[in-house]
């Protein structure tokens, strides 16, 4: 009866089965890009002095966080206060992000790309600081994007990548909402 004990001869083989188990097992699932769209963003918010994300899965939450934290920045051209967007919330949910308290004008957030892993909806997003020489509002801001995406009962994760931004102006101040 051979001994329990892995000889030399079946170390090779067995390095190379638990290499192709640890792939398959630890190894992490492939990202799967998920649709999404940006229903709200502004310079100014109460998002609070820290950056920050909110997941709103139903109307009410949605509307405690609208009222809350965001009405307050979002006015349409005439100056009126903006109602929170609808969304079918059966199908989808809203991802906030807030970028925290910034010195000045300038600052702005915008979502490049949702992915799903696994459980794991990702959402990457960029704030833009304003570049060298741009003329800025000089008031406390604090920026903020909403995005609708599928509905999903697993955890979100947001990552905020900080970049100065190339040129003064927003590239497109149609989706300031």
């Not at 192709?20 to 992490?28: E, G, R, S």
């Amino acid at each position: 009866m051979p001994h329990p004990i892995v000889t030399v001869r079946r170390l090779p083989a067995m390095l190379v089965l638990a290499a192709a188990w640890l792939a398959v097992v630890v190894a992490p699932a492939a990202a799967a890009p998920v649709s999404f769209h940006t229903i709200a963003r502004a310079p100014m918010s109460n998002g609070g002095d820290e950056p920050g994300f909110v997941v709103s899965r139903t109307v009410r939450a949605w509307h405690r966080l609208w009222n809350d934290r965001i009405a307050d920045g979002v006015f349409t051209r005439a100056g009126v206060r903006k109602q929170a967007p609808a969304v079918d919330f059966g199908r989808s949910m809203v991802v906030t992000v807030f970028a925290g308290s910034r010195p000045t004008g300038g600052y702005w957030l915008r979502v490049d790309r949702v992915v799903r892993r696994g459980n794991v909806l990702i959402v990457r997003a960029t704030e833009h600081d304003p570049g060298d020489g741009c003329a800025t509002t000089m008031q406390l801001t604090s920026p903020f994007v909403a995005v609708r995406v599928p509905r999903s009962p697993g955890i979100v994760d947001v990552r905020v990548a900080v970049r100065q931004a190339a040129w003064c102006a927003d590239p497109d101040p149609a989706s300031m909402q």
